[in-house]
C-alpha cells in the first residue's frame, strides 16, 4: 500500500516554463488537496478536489490549475513560473472531507530561477 | 477567520526529558484539530486529532494532547522524549478557510515548532 505518491521530488525550472506536479493516491479516497509550504510558514491550501471532475479553489490558488479525472490521480499544474512559486508542494487526500485524517505524500522541491 | 498560532519556533529538550508544545487557535465554532509531525525531507504524518469527547487523546509515538477550550488550547505532550523525535510539529485546525469569492475546505496550519533534542 503506496498510500500518497508524488512526482518529481525536485525540480528546477526557468521563470515562465510550465510543468505538472503528479498526485496519486491508492486508499480510494474522494477528497484530494494541494498545499503549499514556505519556509517558516505552515502549509497553505492551493487546490483541493472532493472527487473526481469536482475541484475548487483554496487560498493561494493564482498561477495554478488543477483536474481530477479519477478518483487517484490530483495533477497540479503551474503555467508560467515564477519565483513566487519556489516552495515545497505536498499534496494530501482523505477520505470524508476536512474533518478526516489527511494522509501526506513526500512533497515535490520546486526552484524557479 | 480561524487561526493557529504556534508560539514557539524552536523549543531545545534534553533526550528523556518531557515535552510539551504550545498551541493556541482561534475559531467560532467546535474546533477538529490535529497534531502533525513532519521529519526532514518526509510528508507530513500525524500524531493525534481531537474532535469531541475526552479532552484528553493519546497518539501514536507516546504522545498526548489536552483540548481546553476555556484557553482556546491544544497542547501536545510527550513524558520522555527521544533522539528520534527531532522533527517539526505542526497544529491545524479543520475549518472553511475564508477567500475572495466564496470559502474552502482544508486544514489551517500554525507555522510549527522545530524541536530540536540534546544528547
Known amino acids: 500500500n503506496a498510500g500518497v505518491t508524488q512526482t518529481p521530488k525536485f525540480r528546477i525550472l526557468k521563470i515562465g516554463q510550465s510543468m505538472t506536479l503528479q498526485c496519486t493516491q491508492d486508499m480510494n479516497h474522494n477528497y484530494m488537496y494541494w498545499y503549499r509550504q514556505d519556509p517558516g510558514m505552515g502549509l497553505k491550501l492551493i487546490y483541493y478536489?472532493?472527487?473526481?471532475?469536482?475541484?475548487d479553489k483554496g487560498e493561494v490558488p493564482n498561477g495554478y490549475n488543477v483536474s481530477r479525472s479519477t478518483t487517484e490521480d490530483f495533477p497540479l499544474r503551474l503555467e508560467l513560473a515564477a519565483p513566487s512559486q519556489t516552495s515545497v508542494y505536498f499534496c494530501?487526500?482523505?477520505?470524508?472531507?476536512?474533518?478526516?485524517?489527511?494522509?501526506f505524500g513526500p512533497g515535490t522541491r520546486l526552484t524557479v530561477l | 477567520a480561524q487561526s493557529v498560532t504556534q508560539p514557539d519556533i524552536h523549543i531545545t529538550v534534553s533526550e528523556g526529558a518531557s515535552l510539551e508544545l504550545r498551541c493556541n487557535y482561534s475559531y467560532g465554532a467546535t474546533p477538529y484539530l490535529f497534531w502533525y509531525v513532519q521529519s526532514p525531507g518526509q510528508g507530513l504524518q500525524l500524531l493525534l486529532k481531537y474532535f469531541s469527547g475526552d479532552t484528553l487523546v493519546q497518539g501514536i509515538k507516546g504522545f498526548e494532547a489536552e483540548f481546553k477550550r476555556s484557553q482556546s488550547s491544544f497542547n501536545l505532550r510527550k513524558p520522555s522524549v527521544h533522539w528520534s523525535d527531532a522533527a517539526e510539529y505542526f497544529c491545524?485546525?479543520?475549518?472553511?478557510?475564508?477567500?475572495?469569492?466564496?470559502?474552502?475546505?482544508?486544514?489551517?496550519f500554525g507555522k510549527g515548532t522545530h524541536l530540536i533534542i540534546q544528547p
Open positions: 491545524a485546525v479543520a475549518a472553511r478557510i475564508p477567500y475572495s469569492g466564496g470559502g474552502a475546505d482544508g486544514l489551517t
Open positions: 478536489s472532493v472527487g473526481a471532475g469536482i475541484t
Open positions: 494530501a487526500s482523505s477520505s470524508r472531507g476536512r474533518t478526516d485524517t489527511q494522509y
